[in-house]
């Protein structure tokens, strides 16, 4: 659909009527939590009283039932999780830069001096430049 569909439309005007289905399923599910009855759970309360060794993923999971805010910060997380892009992973790199920037961090804490040979500074910006 997105094919035939992004002649028509340009990116920009795709993103936002993306942008505006992933606010709507936000505010579907959201409103869901408002509309239904919840259902009934233990007190987490109870459930320690009842047995203090209790899992602390089975008080958890019972703090999150027994508020509605809490139940509704898991739904903005999961449709988070659902909607969000990816991020970009650094690339990986073949410079000697690690071992450059470990031996100028273990030489200012143990004060001992830079080795010959070593620059006595990092240039923050280095592994943005292509060489």
């Not at 990986?92 to 450059?100: L, M, Q, S």
Request: with cysteine; proline share 7%; hydrophobic share 35%.
């Amino acid at each position: 659909m997105e094919n035939s569909a992004s002649s028509d439309v340009s990116q920009g005007e795709l993103k936002i009527l993306r942008t505006v289905a992933n606010v709507r399923g936000l505010l579907r599910a959201s409103m869901l939590t408002h509309t239904t009855e919840p259902d009934p759970h233990v007190h987490p309360c109870t459930l320690h009283a009842n047995n203090p060794y209790t899992p602390t993923s089975t008080l958890a999971q019972a703090i999150v039932h027994s508020s509605a805010l809490l139940t509704e910060l898991v739904i903005i997380r999961e449709w988070l999780h659902e909607t969000a892009p990816q991020p970009q992973r650094p690339e990986a790199t073949t410079r000697y830069w690690k071992f450059t920037k470990h031996n100028v961090m273990q030489a200012l804490r143990t004060g001992s001096g830079i080795r010959e040979g070593l620059v006595k500074e990092l240039d923050p910006d280095e592994v943005m430049v292509d060489h």
